[in-house]
């Protein structure tokens, strides 16, 4: 589905041989645009400036905006060598995230077997090197006046090892010490979460670990968790994962996640799913159920989405439903103008708030209905990715 948010819109879009091609080679878990703004037009290796690289099951292919592929790096140079269960081995390719400094590399989060992140030219397409990361990186954010890669792990971390990363995008085998804690790592806990980084806020970012009610406030510069931030008081909050940020107003948008009963007569749902349950407290007493994602879309999932103002670490707003149905995930456009808010019905509606001024909760400026076919996917949220294109 493409729609519009202006009437009359010159468009410029990659030919559709070349997506079409990238839907139907091997899958691929993440796929990135690249244009360097420091290369001479003319520059030798891959030519031209602007380039669509995609990491999958074959390893990285990067094509051309006409859909020619101008190189193509195999699993044996890309991927790594995974233990099965019986011992043996097998090269998997699976990439969590890639991000590129938009001058001279890309940089890709490696999902499985290996805790790296690898960093490719972006003029040539070659792999500059794997660097040894904190466990399992998941999502990566470049800071652009910093020249740093700042990278969110999830897996579970030792006492002596770190929740985030940094890189510096100048130098990316220079080590930059990082210790950057977001729960007590004796405890069995994974930091899965989000991060924000972005020039208007300054020195400091933003993240979140799915499970922990409090939004975790970081210093750039010294490396460490400044504070912790209860965004609201409310018992049957879980924690928060998913959120965006708008520089037009610089207020972040944060996902709530909830708990909810299940597998007993009058619980929240008939069956726990295959992830199994334990014991929660819900209205004061101890039942059967489960919390987080688990729990999206659900009769308690009523909060949505809490809009944050980083000028005074305060939530200016709330933001419940998209129609008659939660919100999946918020996203914001490139230039922080408007946030995409998908309802989990099947694929009906699409919310889309523009952000307004600093300190005020931002309005509703798009309803967008649509015909997608919902049958067994009525409460779903059936949207996995989107693009926001720029005439």
């Not at 309802?343 to 708030?353: A, H």
């Amino acid at each position: 589905k493409i729609f519009s948010l202006q009437r009359n819109s010159g468009i410029t879009l990659f030919r559709f041989n070349l997506i079409w091609k990238m839907l139907f080679q091997s899958t691929v878990f993440a796929a990135l645009l690249t244009t360097n703004v420091a290369a001479d037009h003319h520059m030798k290796g891959l030519g031209g400036r602007t380039h669509m690289w995609a990491f999958g099951g074959n390893g990285v292919s990067i094509y051309k905006p006409d859909g020619e592929e101008v190189k193509s790096i195999g699993p044996e140079k890309a991927c790594y060598n995974v233990t099965r269960d019986d011992g043996s081995f097998r090269i998997r390719c699976d990439f969590n995230d890639v991000e590129s400094d938009g001058k001279k590399y890309v940089w890709a989060a490696v999902a499985r077997g290996e805790s790296k992140i690898d960093v490719f030219s972006i003029d040539s397409g070659d792999m500059l090197g794997a660097f040894p990361t904190c466990n399992d990186p998941r999502d990566l954010e470049f800071h652009p006046l910093r020249e740093e890669m700042w990278v969110h792990c999830s897996d579970i971390s030792d006492i002596e090892k770190s929740h985030m990363d940094v890189f510096s995008t100048a130098s990316p085998s220079s080590p930059i010490s990082t210790r950057i804690l977001m729960h007590n790592t004796t405890e069995d806990l994974r930091s899965y979460g989000r991060t924000i980084v972005d020039a208007s806020l300054g020195d400091v970012a933003y993240s979140t670990v799915y499970g922990i009610p409090t939004l975790f406030k970081v210093s750039l510069s010294d490396r460490e968790v400044m504070k912790e931030i209860k965004l609201v008081d409310d018992d049957s909050l879980y924690g928060y994962y998913d959120m965006t940020y708008s520089l037009v107003n610089k207020h972040v948008f944060v996902r709530t996640q909830v708990c909810c009963s299940c597998n007993f007569e009058g619980a929240d749902t008939l069956e726990c799913d295959r992830y199994g349950s334990f014991n929660i407290t819900m209205d004061g007493k101890e039942v059967e159920g489960q919390c987080g994602r688990h729990c999206v879309g659900g009769k308690r999932d009523t909060m949505g989405i809490l809009e944050f103002d980083t000028n005074t670490d305060t939530v200016v707003g709330k933001h419940s439903f998209v129609g008659n149905a939660p919100v999946a995930t918020p996203f914001s456009s490139p230039n922080g103008e408007y946030i995409v808010l998908f309802g989990m019905n099947g694929g009906k509606l699409v919310q889309i708030l523009k952000a307004g001024m600093n300190g005020k909760k931002s309005e509703v400026a798009y309803e967008i209905e649509l015909d997608f076919n919902t049958t067994l996917a009525e409460d779903d949220n059936v949207y996995n990715d989107f693009a926001f294109i720029k005439h």
